[in-house]
Structures are given as structure tokens and as C-alpha cells.
């Protein structure tokens, strides 16, 4: 089999396998990508935004398309898939709309007379390695960005996207790309490694699991490499005595368990205060017993398979530890068996710090809920936690949950609503879940040449 092959998992039917990458092909792909670095880094910004323009159509023109990829390939329902192009020609229309006046030279103050600027340029070439859980999107939020930077791109989509990142590719071509400004290469993993040491590259984006960024990092670090690490989280769902409890079951519902529960920033740690947690309970799980799930392609189905049989089989693996360690189960619990990869949505309780689902991250439809005291114990156990990348907050008391955001040792807080995401807004953790940031003006500041121009009086 192939190391490249689209296998739908809500069949187990592997459709399509792809070649991987020569070593002449990635050398080629190099080559093209540095050749076009030094013309796209000279284009003025209006020539940018008439690609990323293009693009953000070509996204809203081919949304059937595009969505019913990645349901064949990783399974997410379809009205999901469809809301996550949306999203995506959302991120390339903002960069468009908003890339020009991010590059705009920044006059600086100077005590000793003259004038100093600094001026924005790209860095070269760039090498992204993006995962399967959002194809599209998290291609998006660190192509756009950089792109309108006068970065060029090599992109290595994860194996069991093949389809999604050569759509992608063509995209970009078809809207008038210059050769060589967006290449994807369905590279191993060895091909990888000598490409972040190529000489020519001159940073990497990753977003993945903590193994692969650690390997990426050590790579990037010994060739003096920048790096933005977009890794897991454990994310905390804070559920005060003030919460507006019908809300926060529904926004709960949402934050763990759309895309099949695997979203880095899922609400994976449920943290309920005593005064509210009965009714909070039985409101959740009532919510999750009555998810549809089932045939991905189902415009109704809210849940579908996982990505994979070996991700079940890993979830499957934390649940069964959870378990025989004396958590209990309060909805789900188990694989379904049938072909593909199934497991029910689950809600456990009584975990603690011996079994693997507290301090793993589980990236599925599994809910843990936590019941505490009151608001500082709440906090105290959200950051328990190797991750921080992101938190919400339930609470009709907006200065307490205000006060509360601070105490949160994450890299973005919402406050009575589900995790999200939106093209101006900045994306990223701390600790174990990355470095850098994405989205917002932030995601142009990562990749540039910040270089000052200093002239005498």
C-alpha cells in the first residue's frame, strides 16, 4: 500500500492510492520554489491580492467539490466539510483585504535624528506540514499569510489527503499562481528532514502531534531554522455557578464533539462547579445520547467515523484504561462494530490522575467531566495540564469570567461560547501545545524579514 491513499473510513475501503515523491521530484519542487521566491517577493502587493482574491472564488466556487473530498478522506460530515471551505475562502478574502496595509514599512522614532523605517519582506521558502483533521484549513491559515508576504510555498499534506492537497494545488494554479509560488510534494518523511535542512528553505510550519513537532523542531534547530508549532491540547470547558446552563450543555456539545471530536482545540476537560453540575449533566449527556451519527455523506449526520481504525483502536485503548481504573461511563463507551472506523460518543466521569485519558490528549468524541468546589479549583485543575492552547469560559457574571480568563495559562480564551475560530483572530498555545501564532495580523508576523532602513538627518 501505498504511503499516500484516500481510504474512507466510514468504509474501510481504500479508493485511491498516490505515489510518493522522487528524490529528482523534490529536488525539481526546490528548485521551482526558490526560482519563483525572488520574482513573487518583488510583486507588488496588489498583484498579491489579486491571487488570494481569486483563490477565496475558486474555494466558494468548487465548495460541493471540495467538501465531499475531504468526507471521502477523513470522514467529516459533509455540512461540517462545507462550513470548513467557507471558512477557508474567509481567511484567504481577509488577507486579501487586509495583507496590504499589515506590509506597510513602520516609521520608528529616533532620538538621535534621521529617519528609520522598517520594512516587510519575505523570508523565501517556506515548508508546510499540515495534518488530516482540517485539510483545507489549516493549509489556508499558514498559505495565505505568507503568500501575501512574498514567501513561497512548499506544502506536505498529511497521507491520507492526497486528493485534498493536489485540489488545493490546482487552485492555486488555476488562479494564476506563478510556477513554483505553491508546490505540493507527497514526500516521506526522510525527504522531509533533508528538506527543512536544504539551505534555500527558510522556515517550517507544522501542525500536528507533539512527536512530529519535536522531531520537526530538533531538524529545524540544528539547520537554524524558524519554526511555528501548532500541537495538541487538552482544553479546559469552564462551567461556573453563574453559567447559563442550557447554553453551556449546547455549546459543549458543540465544542467536543463536531468534527468527530478531533480538533486540537476541542473541549476536552469538562470542569463543572458543584452548584450547577447535576443539572449541567443531565442536560449534556441528554445531548450527546441524541447525536445522529452515521453516514458522513447524510446532510443530517452530526457525527461521523474517525479518521482511521488505528485512531479508534488509540481512543478505544485510553477509554478501556479509563475504565478498568474505575472511571465511569455516562453515555457511549465503546467502538460500534461495523466496517470503518466507529466509536460511540462518549461522557466519562471519575478520572483521575493514574489513568492515561487525564493528562492524554484524546482526540474523539470522548468527553470527561470534571466537578469541582468552586471557581479556583475550577482554575486549578484547567492548568493542570502540559497543554495550553485554548479555554472557555461559561458564566452569565462578566466580570468574573473575565477575571477568571486571567488566571488561564492557555493561548486564547472564549467566554460563553464554543471554540472557534475566525480569520482575524490570532490562533495559537503555549507550553506543549507550540509555538507562534496564526490567523490575525499575527499570522504575517511570523515568516518575515523585518528589516530596519535607517537614514541620517
Known amino acids: 500500500m501505498s504511503l499516500y491513499a484516500v481510504t474512507n473510513p466510514a468504509t474501510g475501503e481504500t479508493v485511491k492510492e498516490f505515489p510518493t515523491a522522487t528524490d529528482a521530484g523534490i529536488r525539481a519542487a526546490l528548485a521551482a520554489s526558490d526560482a519563483a521566491f525572488t520574482s513573487w517577493n518583488r510583486t507588488p502587493p496588489e498583484d498579491r491580492v489579486k491571487l488570494l482574491s481569486r483563490v477565496a472564488e475558486l474555494y466558494t466556487e468548487r465548495r460541493e467539490e471540495l467538501a ?41 522614532d529616533v532620538a538621535a535624528g534621521g529617519k528609520a523605517i522598517v520594512r516587510k519582506d519575505g523570508l523565501g521558502i517556506l515548508l508546510g ?85 519535536a522531531a520537526v523542531a530538533e531538524i529545524a534547530g540544528r539547520n537554524l ?100 481504573k474505575g472511571a465511569t461511563v455516562l453515555a457511549g463507551g465503546s467502538r ?24 492524554e490528549e484524546l482526540f474523539g468524541p470522548v468527553a470527561v467531566l470534571y466537578r469541582v468546589a468552586n471557581a479556583d479549583e475550577a482554575v486549578e485543575l484547567a492548568n493542570n495540564s502540559a497543554y495550553g492552547l485554548g479555554a472557555v469560559i461559561q458564566s452569565t457574571d462578566a466580570e468574573k469570567a473575565a477575571e477568571i480568563a486571567d488566571r488561564l495559562d492557555t493561548g486564547m480564551v472564549y467566554i460563553n461560547e464554543a471554540p472557534g475560530t475566525a480569520a482575524e483572530l490570532p490562533f495559537g498555545g503555549i507550553k506543549r501545545s507550540g509555538v507562534g501564532r496564526e490567523l490575525g495580523k499575527y499570522g504575517m ?4 524579514n523585518r528589516k530596519l532602513i535607517r537614514t541620517a538627518k
Open 336 to 359: 460500534l462494530e461495523q466496517p470503518g472506523a466507529w466509536f460511540q460518543p462518549t461522557v466519562l466521569t471519575g478520572v483521575t490522575p493514574e489513568m492515561r485519558a487525564f493528562s
Open 68 to 108: 465531499a473530498i475531504v468526507t471521502r478522506e477523513m470522514g467529516k460530515p459533509i455540512f461540517q466539510a462545507r462550513i470548513e471551505v467557507d471558512i477557508v475562502a474567509s481567511i484567504y478574502r481577509y488577507y486579501a483585504e487586509n495583507g496590504p496595509a499589515f506590509l506597510e514599512d513602520e516609521e520608528l
Open 129 to 213: 506540514i499540515m495534518p488530516w483533521n482540517f485539510p483545507y484549513y489549516q493549509v489556508a491559515r499558514f498559505a495565505a499569510p505568507n503568500l501575501m508576504n512574498g514567501n513561497t510555498i512548499l506544502l506536505k499534506h498529511a497521507p491520507q489527503c492526497p486528493e485534498s492537497a493536489l485540489a488545493m494545488e490546482q487552485i492555486f494554479l488555476d488562479a494564476g499562481a506563478p510556477e513554483g509560488a505553491y508546490v505540493n510534494i507527497f514526500a516521506t518523511n526522510e525527504q522531509v528532514a533533508d528538506v527543512i535542512a536544504d539551505p534555500r528553505v527558510q522556515g517550517v510550519s507544522l501542525t500536528g502531534s507533539e512527536r512530529a513537532g
Open 225 to 324: 531554522k524558524k519554526v511555528v508549532l501548532e500541537l495538541g491540547g487538552s482544553d479546559p470547558f469552564l462551567v461556573l455557578d453563574s453559567a447559563d446552563v442550557d447554553q453551556a450543555a449546547t455549546h459543549a456539545l458543540f465544542g467536543r464533539f463536531g468534527n468527530t471530536g478531533q480538533a486540537c482545540n476541542a473541549a476536552k476537560r469538562i470542569i463543572v462547579d458543584d452548584a450547577v453540575y447535576d443539572e449541567f449533566v443531565e442536560k449534556f449527556v441528554g445531548a450527546v445520547t441524541s447525536v445522529k451519527v452515521g453516514d458522513p455523506t447524510e446532510t443530517d449526520t452530526f457525527m461521523g467515523p474517525l479518521s482511521s481504525t488505528a485512531a479508534r483502536d488509540g481512543l478505544a485503548a485510553q477509554v478501556d484504561d479509563a475504565v478498568a
Open 445 to 448: 508576523e511570523e515568516f518575515v
